[in-house]
C-alpha cells in the first residue's frame, strides 16, 4: 500500500509539473514578439533550426541595403537577416541576372528576422534564413531613398480582376529570372501564383526541367518566393518532402477551379491558428532567442558559393509539383 501511494504522488506531482509547465508557456509572450525583439543576430554558428514555419535561425548574416545589383525593400521590418548562403545565394543571382541582360538588379523584400523565427506579420514562413522574397519588378535606374522604400507601390503582374498574366507588363526576362533561379542547386522551392505558373507552362519551351521547383500559392502575384535547401551544419533543420517528378503543368485545374473560386456567400471564415510559443518551437531556439548579439550587426558581404548559379542554364530534375490538398504544402 505504502509502494501504491509513493506511485500515486509521482503521478501527481508530474502531472501538477506539466500543468504549471504549460501554464508558464501559456504566460509567455507569442513568440513573435520575441524574436521581434532581437534585432542582431544570435553569437552562434550558423544554423538553420526547425521547419520553414516553425523555427529560428543562429548565426545569421544581414544583406546590405544596396548592392551593385540589389536594392532591399521596406528596411524598417528588419527582414534583411538569413542564414550565410542565403544571402550569398541572393548577391550571386542578382550579379548572374544582370550579367546575362536578364534583369538589371533585384529588389529583395522579406528574408528572416535577426533570429528568424515567427513573423509578427506578413509570412508564417521565412522563420529559418532560408526564405527570401524577390519583387515582380526590375530595381529603378535610379537608387531608392531608404524613405521611399518604405511606401514604394507593390505591382502585381496580373491582368486586374483576373488570373491570367498581363502581357503588357510580362516579358521573357520574367520567366528567365525565375528560371535562373530555379536552375540553382541551392533551391528547394520557388513559389508563384497560379496564373504565373501557367504562363510559365504556356512559354517554357521544350526544356522543362526547370518547373519542377516551381509551385503555384495563394498570392505571390507581386513577387516570387525562393526557398533554399537545409544546409550543411544545419542538423536540426527540417527538410521538405520531395515533390517527385514532373513539370506539374498538368495539375493547375484545381487552381482555377477550386482553390481560386470565390468562397460561398454564406461561408463561415476560418478559425484563425493561435499564434506559436516559443515552446511550440524547438528546444534549440530558446538558446537562439537567449544568447549574445553579434554586436553591431553591420552588413555582411558574403562571398557566394561559386556553384550557386550555374554557369550555364543546366538542371538535373529532382521533384515536381504534386496534386494539391486544400492547404498546399509551402
Known amino acids: 500500500m505504502m509502494a501504491t501511494g509513493r506511485m500515486a504522488g509521482r503521478i501527481a506531482a508530474a502531472l501538477l509539473a506539466l500543468v504549471v509547465g504549460a501554464g508558464a508557456a501559456e504566460a509567455e509572450p507569442p513568440a513573435k ?8 543576430p544570435a553569437a552562434l554558428a550558423p544554423e538553420s533550426i526547425g521547419f520553414y514555419s516553425k523555427g529560428c535561425l543562429a548565426g545569421a548574416a544581414e ?3 544596396d548592392g551593385p545589383h540589389w536594392q532591399a525593400m521596406r528596411l524598417s521590418r528588419q527582414r534583411r537577416f538569413g542564414h550565410p548562403t542565403t544571402i550569398a545565394f541572393l548577391q550571386q543571382l542578382s550579379e548572374e541576372a544582370a550579367r546575362r541582360g536578364i534583369w538589371p538588379g533585384l529588389l529583395v523584400g522579406d528574408i528572416s528576422q535577426a533570429r528568424g523565427g515567427p513573423l509578427p506579420y506578413g509570412h508564417a514562413s521565412h522563420q529559418i534564413g532560408l526564405d527570401a522574397d524577390i519583387w515582380l519588378q526590375p530595381m529603378p535606374a535610379q537608387r531608392l531613398t ?17 488570373l491570367t498574366v498581363d502581357d503588357r507588363i510580362w516579358t521573357d526576362n520574367y520567366r528567365d ?9 541551392e533551391v528547394q522551392r520557388v513559389f508563384v501564383h497560379p496564373g504565373i505558373k501557367k504562363k510559365l507552362c504556356e512559354t517554357a519551351g521544350r526544356d522543362r526541367a526547370w518547373l519542377n521547383k516551381v509551385r503555384p500559392i495563394y498570392g505571390h502575384h507581386e513577387h516570387f518566393h525562393i526557398r533554399l535547401r537545409c544546409q550543411p551544419g544545419s542538423d536540426g533543420c527540417t527538410p521538405q518532402a520531395s515533390t517527385g517528378s514532373g513539370d506539374g503543368c498538368d495539375e493547375l485545374g484545381w487552381w482555377f477551379n477550386v ?27 530558446r538558446v537562439v532567442l ?4 553579434t554586436g553591431s550587426g553591420n552588413p555582411v558581404m558574403a562571398a557566394a558559393p561559386r556553384d550557386a548559379i550555374p554557369a550555364v542554364l543546366s538542371y538535373a530534375p529532382i521533384a515536381s509539383v504534386p496534386i494539391p490538398t486544400s492547404r498546399p504544402i509551402q
Open 259 to 285: 482553390a481560386l473560386k470565390p468562397p460561398p456567400p454564406n461561408a463561415k471564415p476560418g478559425k484563425p491558428k493561435p499564434p506559436l510559443r516559443l515552446a511550440d518551437l524547438p528546444n534549440q531556439c
Open 33 to 40: 514578439e520575441l524574436f521581434a525583439a532581437r534585432t542582431s
Open 177 to 185: 529570372l525565375i528560371r535562373l533561379a530555379a536552375e540553382s542547386r
Open 146 to 162: 531608404r524613405e521611399a522604400r518604405e511606401d514604394f507601390p507593390f505591382r502585381s503582374v496580373l491582368r486586374e480582376g483576373t
Open 290 to 293: 537567449n544568447a549574445p548579439a
Open 63 to 65: 544583406l546590405a541595403p
